[in-house]
């Protein structure tokens, strides 16, 4: 996808929205295809999602991801008309469609298990949208062909949903979804019931359609991070009904804003430190006695949450070298070693405190018991805060 | 112990026994009143005289126009049966765990009671005004309705359990009012339990007395009434005829419904 940075939403005085990068873009005033104002959801009582804002983009490809009941999908569910928010507004192309039903939102959605109709035939199903809004029968033909041939699947336009595979019946899903031309696209885990090389298989596909519908936005709803980064402009991380982090998946896996976020996305080592001494770019921190510099975090002068918590040095397992020779130095003790194919996973210890070290597959790790001087890059480690 | 069943022996054992007490408990008495209804006299072990007279009275007269009275009563009961059970159960979808219960009790609880309490019931509800229906028609296929509108709620219940939940959303996506997506996806896919639920719903229809004793008009005698009717006036022969005319039609019925199967689930 794009290399877009995080969209920001701001309401101007006279009603229009600045859509700006944060990486320092001027402002644009675009409508955001999807605008959520402070939506909150109950199930039962209790509360599903909490306060949420959020802003798409014409074009841009978001990725909800987090941990199963995170709330993920009930902002998908919530945007598509299956939930009504207790309160808050949500917007499609600057419409005011919080009380709308499905049928008149016009967004596609794909869901995990496909939900094709099981009693009618493949090109059936992907012309249902359109018989449902009347087009002319010479239309729907016209454009169920097209949309078949999209995603590969022309010649099975025949067939059953019961006689097609997995990955089949999702790209059947997927074009019935493009059939009725949707602004929006709303993915929720659709590639989960796949196993792991057809799912790389129709990412791939997902992000070449992206490539030849590139105004279509695309909310993508996954637990898997690698379909996040594979996928998305911008990713938002849920907790417990709430945004807990976003950002481009670059920003997220390099300065994630917290342990929550570093521990879901991507594998860290996050070690207690003392924080010793931060500037605008530098931080200096003590681990173990041994003083180390960082990263300084984003976070600390403007996260009041972040400013009495203890920090947490983030590593990633690739980014520690063995034998360092650079600024940042510490001791390690080797506990363990697995050979893992491409990479040497290396279980270490500084003091109490166990980390583990990727190295290439290729190389020979240290032997278990042995003491090793490990080292990184300042722009390799981050702070984050224990929340 | 469990050895036992894994032994050929054992398990030819176990099958003959099985075979055994149908046969005893389902096969004898349907061959006797096979038997029975092509008999003239009988006196011994087997019949003495066998003949087609009951056969024939079949044809015309009071019990050919109950065999009527009865195909007419079911389908109309399983048609309103299939309609007020069906409903029900797509409505109960949306409710609360609570109101859902309390549907199915609503629903389930005729069956719990004898029949002849509900015909009961219902003559005296509707003896007086300001609904009079005492002595029509309409008053038995109500009972009849009333005793097998449970099958059809629960096999509609059992069919919704099957579909998936995300099909009528991704109907109303894809830009399907509520109503299309019923008629369009969930109906067609329900088809089987509604068109089982109108076959047993006809099958118990056909069979019911003791609420129909109880209302039935003169004019409306139904093929069970007749049986009844017959062996009580010691005409027990007419009487296994009849029963055997109306087992007929009844597998007759369910036959054509099971061949409409395919057809209804074709796209």
């Given at each position: 996808?794009?290399?877009a940075?995080?969209?920001?939403?701001t309401?101007?005085a006279s009603?229009a929205?600045?859509?700006?990068g944060?990486g320092?873009?001027a402002p644009v005033a675009?409508t955001?295809r999807?605008a959520l104002?402070?939506?909150?959801?109950?199930?039962?009582g209790?509360?599903a999602l909490d306060?949420i804002n959020l802003?798409v983009?014409?074009?841009?490809v978001?990725v909800?991801?987090?941990?199963?009941?995170?709330?993920?999908?009930?902002?998908?569910?919530?945007i598509?008309?299956?939930?009504t928010?207790?309160?808050?507004?949500?917007s499609?192309a600057g419409?005011d469609?919080?009380?709308?039903?499905?049928h008149a939102?016009?967004?596609g959605m794909?869901v995990?298990?496909y939900?094709l109709f099981p009693?009618?035939?493949?090109?059936?199903?992907?012309?249902?949208?359109?018989?449902?809004?009347r087009r002319?029968?010479?239309?729907i033909?016209?454009?169920?062909?097209?949309?078949?041939?999209?995603?590969?699947?022309?010649?099975f336009?025949?067939?059953?949903p019961?006689?097609?595979s997995?990955g089949?019946?999702q790209?059947?899903?997927?074009?019935?979804?493009l059939?009725i031309d949707?602004?929006?696209l709303?993915?929720d885990e659709?590639?989960?019931?796949?196993?792991?090389?057809l799912?790389a298989?129709?990412?791939?596909?997902i992000?070449?359609?992206?490539?030849r519908?590139p105004d279509?936005?695309?909310?993508?709803?996954?637990h898997d991070?690698?379909?996040?980064i594979?996928?998305?402009?911008r990713?938002?991380l849920m907790r417990?009904?709430?945004?807990?982090a976003e950002?481009?998946p670059?920003?997220l896996?390099d300065t994630p804003p917290?342990r929550?976020a570093?521990e879901?996305f991507?594998?860290?080592?996050l070690?207690?430190?003392?924080?010793d001494?931060?500037?605008?770019e530098l931080?200096?921190v003590?681990?173990?006695?041994?003083?180390l510099t960082?990263?300084?975090?984003a976070?600390?002068a403007?996260?009041d949450?972040a400013l009495?918590?203890?920090p947490l040095?983030?590593?990633?397992?690739?980014?520690?070298t063995l034998?360092?020779?650079?600024l940042?130095?510490i001791?390690?003790r080797?506990?363990a070693?697995h050979w893992?194919?491409a990479?040497?996973r290396?279980?270490a210890?500084?003091?109490p405190?166990?980390l583990?070290?990727d190295v290439?597959?290729s190389?020979?790790p240290?032997?278990?018991g042995?003491v090793?001087?490990?080292?990184?890059e300042?722009?390799q480690?981050?702070?984050v805060?224990?929340? | 112990?469990s050895?036992l069943?894994?032994r050929p022996?054992t398990?030819q054992?176990?099958r003959?026994?099985a075979l055994?007490?149908?046969g005893l408990?389902?096969?004898?008495?349907l061959?006797i009143l096979l038997?029975?209804?092509?008999?003239g006299?009988?006196n011994g072990?087997?019949?003495?005289?066998l003949?087609?007279?009951?056969?024939?009275?079949?044809l015309?007269?009071?019990?050919?126009?109950?065999l009527?009275?009865?195909i007419?009563t079911?389908?109309?009961?399983?048609?309103?049966a299939?309609?007020?059970g069906?409903?029900?159960a797509l409505?109960a979808?949306d409710?609360?765990a609570?109101f859902r219960?309390?549907?199915d009790?609503l629903?389930?609880l005729?069956?719990?009671?004898?029949?002849a309490?509900i015909?009961l019931?219902?003559l005296i509800?509707?003896?007086?005004?300001p609904i009079?229906l005492?002595?029509?028609v309409a008053?038995?296929?109500?009972?009849?309705v009333?005793l097998?509108?449970?099958y059809a709620?629960?096999n509609?219940?059992?069919?919704?359990e099957?579909?998936p939940?995300?099909l009528?959303?991704?109907a109303?996506?894809l830009?399907?009012?509520q109503?299309l997506?019923l008629?369009?996806?969930?109906?067609?896919?329900?088809?089987p339990?509604?068109?089982?639920?109108?076959?047993?719903?006809?099958a118990?229809s056909?069979?019911e007395l003791?609420?129909t004793?109880?209302?039935?008009p003169p004019q409306?005698?139904t093929a069970p009434?007749?049986?009844?009717a017959?062996?009580d006036?010691?005409?027990i022969?007419?009487?296994?005829a009849?029963?055997?005319?109306l087992?007929?039609?009844t597998?007759l019925?369910l036959?054509?419904?099971n061949?409409?199967?395919?057809?209804?689930?074709r796209?």
């Amino acid at each position: 996808m794009t290399d877009a940075s995080p969209v920001a939403l701001t309401r101007t005085a006279s009603g229009a929205e600045l859509i700006g990068g944060a990486g320092g873009a001027a402002p644009v005033a675009v409508t955001p295809r999807i605008a959520l104002e402070g939506v909150s959801v109950r199930y039962h009582g209790a509360l599903a999602l909490d306060s949420i804002n959020l802003a798409v983009a014409p074009g841009e490809v978001v990725v909800l991801l987090g941990p199963s009941g995170s709330g993920k999908s009930t902002i998908l569910r919530a945007i598509a008309g299956f939930l009504t928010p207790s309160q808050g507004r949500i917007s499609l192309a600057g419409r005011d469609v919080t009380d709308l039903p499905p049928h008149a939102r016009g967004v596609g959605m794909v869901v995990q298990n496909y939900a094709l109709f099981p009693h009618l035939r493949v090109a059936e199903n992907v012309g249902f949208g359109l018989r449902a809004r009347r087009r002319p029968v010479a239309d729907i033909t016209e454009r169920v062909a097209a949309c078949l041939d999209m995603v590969g699947m022309g010649r099975f336009a025949d067939r059953l949903p019961r006689e097609l595979s997995g990955g089949q019946q999702q790209r059947v899903a997927i074009a019935r979804a493009l059939a009725i031309d949707p602004p929006v696209l709303l993915l929720d885990e659709p590639l989960s019931a796949l196993d792991a090389p057809l799912r790389a298989g129709l990412l791939e596909e997902i992000r070449a359609l992206h490539a030849r519908l590139p105004d279509l936005v695309i909310v993508y709803v996954t637990h898997d991070q690698n379909e996040a980064i594979a996928l998305g402009d911008r990713i938002l991380l849920m907790r417990d009904g709430r945004i807990a982090a976003e950002g481009t998946p670059r920003a997220l896996h390099d300065t994630p804003p917290h342990r929550y976020a570093a521990e879901f996305f991507g594998q860290a080592n996050l070690l207690p430190v003392q924080l010793d001494a931060c500037d605008a770019e530098l931080a200096i921190v003590t681990l173990e006695g041994q003083r180390l510099t960082v990263r300084a975090p984003a976070w600390h002068a403007s996260d009041d949450r972040a400013l009495g918590a203890r920090p947490l040095l983030c590593l990633r397992p690739h980014a520690i070298t063995l034998n360092a020779t650079g600024l940042n130095r510490i001791e390690a003790r080797i506990l363990a070693t697995h050979w893992m194919g491409a990479v040497n996973r290396i279980e270490a210890a500084i003091g109490p405190h166990r980390l583990r070290i990727d190295v290439p597959g290729s190389t020979t790790p240290p032997a278990p018991g042995s003491v090793v001087t490990i080292g990184f890059e300042p722009d390799q480690a981050c702070l984050v805060a224990d929340l | 112990m469990s050895m036992l069943v894994y032994r050929p022996c054992t398990r030819q054992v176990a099958r003959l026994a099985a075979l055994g007490l149908f046969g005893l408990i389902f096969g004898l008495p349907l061959a006797i009143l096979l038997l029975a209804a092509v008999t003239g006299q009988w006196n011994g072990v087997l019949p003495t005289i066998l003949t087609l007279r009951h056969v024939r009275a079949l044809l015309g007269g009071d019990q050919g126009a109950s065999l009527w009275h009865s195909i007419a009563t079911g389908l109309a009961a399983s048609l309103i049966a299939v309609l007020l059970g069906g409903g029900g159960a797509l409505a109960a979808r949306d409710l609360p765990a609570g109101f859902r219960r309390g549907l199915d009790a609503l629903y389930f609880l005729p069956i719990a009671l004898p029949s002849a309490s509900i015909g009961l019931a219902l003559l005296i509800t509707f003896s007086q005004p300001p609904i009079l229906l005492n002595g029509t028609v309409a008053l038995v296929v109500m009972a009849h309705v009333v005793l097998i509108t449970a099958y059809a709620y629960a096999n509609t219940r059992a069919g919704i359990e099957t579909l998936p939940a995300e099909l009528e959303d991704v109907a109303g996506s894809l830009g399907a009012s509520q109503w299309l997506a019923l008629r369009s996806i969930t109906l067609p896919l329900l088809a089987p339990y509604l068109l089982a639920a109108f076959a047993l719903g006809f099958a118990l229809s056909m069979g019911e007395l003791g609420a129909t004793i109880m209302l039935y008009p003169p004019q409306w005698v139904t093929a069970p009434v007749q049986v009844f009717a017959l062996t009580d006036r010691g005409d027990i022969y007419a009487g296994a005829a009849l029963g055997v005319a109306l087992l007929a039609c009844t597998f007759l019925v369910l036959l054509l419904l099971n061949r409409q199967k395919p057809r209804i689930l074709r796209p």
